[in-house]
Nanobody
Framework: VQLQASGGGLVQAGGSLRLSCAAS????????MDWYRQAPEKQRELVAS???????NYVDSVKGRFTISRDNIKRTLYLQMYSLKPEDTARYYC?????????WGKGTLVTVSS
């Protein structure tokens, strides 16, 4: 299983970014996919999830600002981020699980300047 995240970068507060995660080695459409993030000296936290039926969940701090979506044909996961805040600065990782094994991409860095 390979998860390749991209789309991070430096953006000013209030700006937007769209992260992508290309997946291979799994039957993508069947799996719940997640975005996690980890800020310096903080624990990794679950940001958003989308299951095979496209039901979504978000951490409270991003509700109304972030949207998770998936393209099962392209086998790609997305995270559209609006109204970015400095506290959103982190490395963002895509994640999935298969048969109890967790798979992580290398992550993409998002830096929001104030």
């Amino acid at each position: 299983v390979q998860l390749q995240a991209s789309g991070g970068g430096l953006v000013q507060a209030g700006g937007s970014l769209r992260l992508s995660c290309a997946a291979s080695g799994i039957n993508f459409r069947l799996h719940t996919m997640d975005w996690y993030r980890q800020a310096p000296e903080k624990q990794r936290e679950l940001v958003a999830s989308i299951n095979s039926e496209r039901n979504t969940n978000y951490v409270d701090s991003v509700k109304g600002r972030f949207t998770i979506s998936r393209d099962n044909i392209k086998r790609t996961l997305y995270l559209q981020m609006y109204s970015l805040k400095p506290e959103d600065t982190a490395r963002y990782y895509c994640h999935t699980k298969r048969a109890g094994t967790h798979f992580w991409g290398k992550g993409t860095l998002v830096t929001v300047s104030s």
